[in-house]
């Protein structure tokens, strides 16, 4: 059982940078991936971002070079750093880590980015 909290969310102009940390209730350096998703309204829920134990990361193509992914094994933290803003980045932002097979997401946490 993991259980996931998400913390960061806000409202923010375009162009502004917002950060979002992801806690988790075990030891993430247990967790092979931990991945960031959005959901924006009226709209599928879509892949952010995932950083593997191994450090490696991935990103969707909307997102590159602007977004950055990390983790804190330390503090069990995945942290989500988000620069140049656009309002399409407006969504409900889920963290989300897969284990012996089961799926876990947090309750998620709202960006809104103005024009």
């Known amino acids: 059982q993991v259980q996931l909290v998400e913390s960061g969310g806000g409202s923010v102009q375009a162009g502004g940078s917002l950060s979002l940390s992801c806690d988790a209730s075990?030891?993430?350096?247990?967790?092979?991936?931990m991945d960031w998703y959005r959901q924006a309204p009226g709209k599928q829920r879509e892949f952010v971002a995932y950083i593997r134990s191994t450090g490696s990361t991935n990103y969707a193509n909307s997102v590159k070079g602007r977004f950055t992914i990390s983790r804190d094994n330390a503090k069990n933290t995945v942290y989500l750093q988000m620069n140049g803003l656009k309002p399409e980045d407006t969504a409900v932002y889920y963290c989300?880590?897969?284990?012996?097979?089961?799926?876990?997401w947090g309750p998620g946490t709202q960006v809104t980015v103005s024009s």
């Open positions: 075990r030891s993430t350096s247990s967790l092979n991936v």
């Open positions: 989300h880590t897969v284990n012996i097979r089961s799926h876990y």
